[in-house]
């Protein structure tokens, strides 16, 4: 029989920052599985209000910085961003350029889950969204949080043992 999903709220924190999604989803636990850690994920995220984005926002860096942070999140974003690593400089100063566009207008880091995408796709989707009004930024936003979640969540879960999180 497999062991049930007992995270504690301490590692979901590693997934999002806000702290009323990760007391919500450890107050459901154990869950049977992946797939029912996710169901209660979204449901939590679907709840948050913009406050709770925004300070889960907080601890993501901009695209393109490296956290140099030894922990578990620093750790994941390296990995997620890992698109960046050969980006020419020129790429790399136009992310640069466009976050700080980007925060001018929306008043928060850009965020996507970049797993799995160049540097160039980034920069291409970060300079798409500028053209967003606040309401269809936001909801853009929502999306790549709880795109990012899923994925770490995925490795919370696959990493048993580690501060409790099983």
């Known amino acids: 029989m497999r062991e049930r999903l007992d995270v504690t709220e301490g590692g979901l924190l590693a997934c999002c920052a806000s702290r009323r999604w990760a007391a919500e989803v450890a107050a459901g636990r154990p869950y049977a599985d ?5 169901a209660a994920s979204a449901a939590a ?12 926002l907080a601890a993501h860096p901009r695209i393109g910085e490296r ?8 750790a994941w974003s390296r990995s997620e961003q890992s698109g960046m690593d050969a980006a020419a ?3 790399r100063t136009a992310l640069v350029e466009g976050n700080r566009a980007y925060e ?3 008043g928060h880091v850009f965020l996507i889950c970049a797993t799995g995408l160049s540097a160039a796709e980034m920069l291409s989707a970060l300079r798409e ?5 606040a309401e269809a930024e936001r909801a853009a936003v929502r999306t790549e949080l709880a795109k990012i979640v899923d994925l770490r969540l ?3 879960a696959a990493a048993p043992g580690t501060e409790g999180e099983r």
């Open 89 to 91: 400089v020129e790429l």
């Open 129 to 133: 969204r500028l053209g967003h009004g």
């Open 34 to 38: 992946l797939a029912e850690l996710r």
């Open 104 to 106: 001018e207008r929306f």
């Open 45 to 56: 995220l679907a709840g948050l209000d913009w406050a709770d984005v925004e300070e889960a």
């Open 67 to 74: 956290i140099k942070d030894a922990g578990r999140e620093a």
């Open 154 to 156: 995925a490795k919370l």
